[in-house]
T-cell receptor, first 114, second 116 residues
Framework: NAGVTQTPKFQVLKTGQSMTLQCAQD?????MYWYRQDPGMGLRLIYY???????DKGEVPNGYNVSRLNKREFSLRLESAAPSQTSVYFC?????????????FGPGTRLLVL | DQQVKQNSPSLSVQEGRISILNCDYT??????FLWYKKYPAEGPTFLIS?????DKNEDGRFTVFLNKSAKHLSLHIVPSQPGDSAVYFC???????????????FGQGTILTVHP
């Protein structure tokens, strides 16, 4: 099992460019999440998908869109990148839709917006 | 408003001794807590969790203690090993109905260094 995989590992964008971060999990988990990590701020939830076909906003959703393509895949799109979106992005998944459970993270995508 | 706080940015411990990492929270609705470990250039790795119906949970060298009245939890690592050197994050979630448990709130992290 690969667990949670993310592509690309690193990306440089110019302000105004768009891109999609890809995430896939092979653990048959129902729920998937996107976080960003900035220095000194821990991880902050951008969007999550409790189950296939549903998505919901997290703490910092502005400037992002998501698509739950199927049970395995959850993508994050930046339509018009801004320097404030320079960050490390982590995708995660968890097995339980409604109850408490641990989330399992991918290796991250480092994004630099110039 | 930081609902989950790790007030110690760093902690240095000798190999074989106990490491104690602390975390405070302000939201009384939080009822599930987790600890994650993160190495550089990797994603966070789940370590241990605790529900608010318990005050202690143990897994090998790792023990998490929860003091609900003080809104405080701690992670004890005994004995500490050099491989434990990493950033440790605490996280919390609340049962507000629906899928609210998915919304984890993280602390800022504490850098643990274990010296040989």
């Amino acid at each position: 099992n690969a667990g949670v995989t993310q592509t690309p590992k690193f990306q440089v964008l110019k302000t105004g460019q768009s891109m999609t971060l890809q995430c896939a999990q092979d653990m048959n988990h129902n729920s998937m999440y996107w976080y960003r990590q900035d220095p000194g701020m821990g991880l902050r939830l951008i969007y999550y998908s409790a189950s296939e076909g549903t998505t919901d906003k997290g703490e910092v959703p502005n400037g992002y869109n998501v698509s739950r393509l199927n049970k395995r895949e959850f993508s994050l799109r930046l339509e018009s990148a801004a320097p404030s979106q320079t960050s490390v992005y982590f995708c995660a998944s968890s097995v339980v839709e409604l109850g408490p459970s641990a989330q399992y993270f991918g290796p991250g995508t480092r994004l630099l917006v110039l | 408003d930081q609902q989950v706080k790790q007030n110690s940015p760093s902690l240095s411990v000798q190999e074989g001794r106990i490491s104690i990492l602390n975390c405070d929270y302000t939201n009384s609705m939080f009822d599930y807590f987790l600890w994650y470990k993160k190495y550089p250039a990797e994603g966070p790795t789940f370590l241990i969790s605790i529900s608010s119906i318990k005050d202690k949970n143990e897994d090998g060298r790792f023990t998490v203690f929860l003091n609900k009245s003080a809104k405080h939890l701690s992670l004890h690592i005994v004995p500490s090993q050099p491989g434990d050197s990493a950033v440790y994050f605490c996280a919390a979630s609340a049962n507000l109905g629906g899928t609210s448990y998915g919304k984890l709130t993280f602390g800022q992290g504490t850098i643990l260094t274990v010296h040989p």
